[in-house]
């Protein structure tokens, strides 16, 4: 144990205490007993801590993990780790003794580059090398508790600080001290051992916030001795790392691993958002002549070295303070409570750096050092389910091999860790977001949902009166009817989990006589509908069919005639398997998935449940069997739009799950889009929605809002404000209820609303959709299921809509419509212009068509366009035509032109028409492209 680290950690508040001996006070003395701290509630059982009564000083943590089951994981991968065998710069007390001033420069250099991802104030290394020599032998040498000495090094006005060195660089100096003894002090460091239960306060003074990391420190290291400080620093970082059970295996970069500050990547990123916010050209453009000016002076007076002139020139540039408040998170030197000399030669050391290694430009400086201190503040979210680990499937191949109660004895930490809390987990996040509101709720047929063993969960426990070993190397969790007799009596739906994966599914047992019975009865008599219900949801090219326990024989079934035949055998179960090396396990969207195996195999569960399950075999078919479907050649045929086209925005969709159309007007935007939807959907109109933005479309009404009501109270009319879902919760919760059926909604006219007012905080969610958010009315979570298409039309040049910013576009895929002539072109052929006419009048209609926006690309640019759906009118002649131009394309040019309506001469369709057109010729096809 190290004395001085409780000597400097409570001296302030323990008088009683020796500088570097602690006396005997059994609140805060290491307790070799019981390998802990008595009031922290050390469990040497499970090798964690359990938090008791200051959880509200701890940062609310989501799950301590349990540290000996980490341990065994580190302990087998500890070995394959690179940048642990690549020696890093230590400063040994005998070199600080004998050092030269220069051999100990450029021992310090080595450090603060080794530490440090950007180590800005490299030369006042040198500038303050004697003073820093003092401050060294006085870190090294000194009589007071460590944490106090380390404090004098670090905080500002303290009697060792210098300006420019910050705790990156002493955080590095500090496991010289005493080698082998010290953490490698750091932000990974501190959210590693918080990770473990084992910093359960962040004390705000860093004299205590150093202690208290060297405290839970010392009880990894009594738990593994056989680890060195550089191997325990790497364990730390690891798990601080861990957003579910898999333990990090990874190569890591030490630099990044251990740094205070943003790193060279995300520095990087945050120059490239702030250009795709703002290009430097745009900037350059709208920047006013006096910021410029002040702009150049800072640039001018940096290279000269005048850092207070420079510093002064760009806060009356820049009087916004914001980026300077930032600062710290890219520079850990600077502070805001530093002298402004101080602050001025740190911050222009900073902006050479930028501009000379990153080309950053003056302008920049100020988004750059605020987005990369947004960026640091951005939380790491983690689902409900917390995924299982490659040592889930370890652990029940050993219990294969190893079934006895002495083995159990020794792996229970592991056993819980592994297996039964992320199974317990999963459980309730099923149970959670489908089986009780859906199946329960909407169905009616009351599954068992407690997630306790016994219950849907299967005890490890087994009863085979000796024969095959104690426990169960197959685990369950199975939701049946809480009216049968127990489990086995009844159809379920599975998650079965073993050495060899895991299945999940439909499964109906022998032992389930009543409801194999009439599983095998409404086959015989609905196995059409049946069959097509399987085929709306992709069940028979994405689901196995089996015929046996283990899931290892398997049947092809392709029609009603081979679910008949599949049907003959004992068991019957339809699913999905996962091996054990599937990442999908390892993340809390192994909860979507077999939340979708369980609807598309609904259709089983509810013959097996329902004696006529005819009214929901025919809304999970969402036609009727006489109806054709609408598939993609009827999508061709209405929208006269390729193949290849389609194709391609159906991997957009699958990419992304938010697609925007955007072309000029009349180029049919809005009825492509109607008739994607319709094909997602499988043409059913209750999982298709259509909202129109407009100026005054609001938050409120696309997201919640409070809504005032009038009700009626004691025979009085009063009024009350309740929270009420808008179009997008409502339509959200209807698809999340079916989640193997599509559900569409369309945004017409995108650009019009006011965007960032209406999204909200689901701006986050359109791009994590595995995340949720909490409402700020309803103050409930809410999340966007996957079964959520979302498409959308803008026409980017109405001048009364809103540009689209970055953040926006970045997560929506764009497709162009552009005004095309063979489009057109098909639709007259299909759709003969007016008797009387003759056979050219249908391609003399394109020429007009092709003529106009040739000459109007020709006068205004590509941008500006003419649609071909303002042509496509049934039973089209001359007269028509001439008032179409004049009542809709006329207007059109005149926004066009600017309204210079001496330029509409050269427009009249009695010039056009009657110009003589060259041969007809066939149209070619303008090959829509994405928005960059």
Known sequence: MLPWVLGGAWKAGFPNTVAGTPRQIPEICYDHSTHGFPEIGYDPGTCGFWRSGMDDLMPPMKRIWPLAPLVSAFDQVREQTAWRRTSRPVLALAVLDRATDDDLAQVLSDIAVEALPLPWHLPILRERLGFLRHALNHLYRGADPLPDRLARCILPGEAYWVAGVGVGFWSAIVPGVDPGQLPRWCPAVEQGLARLGLLREWPTDLRSRFAAVCRAYAVIREHAPQWTAPEVDEFLVRVARMVNRQFPTEPLDATAAFAWTATVPALQQAIREVRLRTPLRQRLRQCPAEQLELTKQFHHHTQSGHWSAAFAAFRQAFPDVSWEAALPA???????????????????????????????????????????????????????????????FAFLAELQQQNSKEWMATQRPRYHFVLREPLTELCEALAERYIRPVLNREYGWGLECDAKSGRTLTRICKNAFGRGGPYQPVQWITFYRQAQAHKRADAQLFVRIAADGVCYGFHLGPAAREAGKRFRKNLQQHGEALFRALEIGDVFTQCHFWTNDDYTATVRVSSAADLRAWAVHKTLAVGKQLPPEASLLRHDELVGEILLTFDRVLPCLACAIEADPRATLARRAGHHPHEPLYDAAAFRRETYLSEVWLDRVLGLLRLKKQLVLQGVPGTGKTHVARCLARLLTHNRPECLRLVQFHPAYSYEEFVEGIRARGVEVDGRREVSFPVEDGVLCEFAQQAAKRPSEPHVLIIDELNRGNLPRIFGELLYLLEYRDHAVTLPYSKREFRLPDNLFLLATMNPLDRSAIALDQALRRRFSFVEMPADAAILASWLEAHPPAAGTDETFGPRVVQLFEQLNSRLAQDFGPDKQIGHSFFMIPGLDTEQLATIWEHHIVPLLREYLGGRNERLREYTFERLWNRRLAAPRPAKRLAPSDHP
């Not at 501009?355 to 050092?369: K, M, Q, T």
């Open 330 to 392: 890219l520079d850990d030197a600077y502070s805001t409570a530093l002298p402004e000399a101080d602050r001025a030669r740190l911050w222009c050391q900073v902006a050479r750096v930028l501009r000379e290694r990153f080309r950053v430009h003056p302008l920049e400086l100020a988004d750059v050092v605020v987005a990369v201190h947004q960026a640091g503040q951005m939380e790491a979210r983690t689902g409900e389910f917390a995924g299982f680990c490659t040592d889930t």
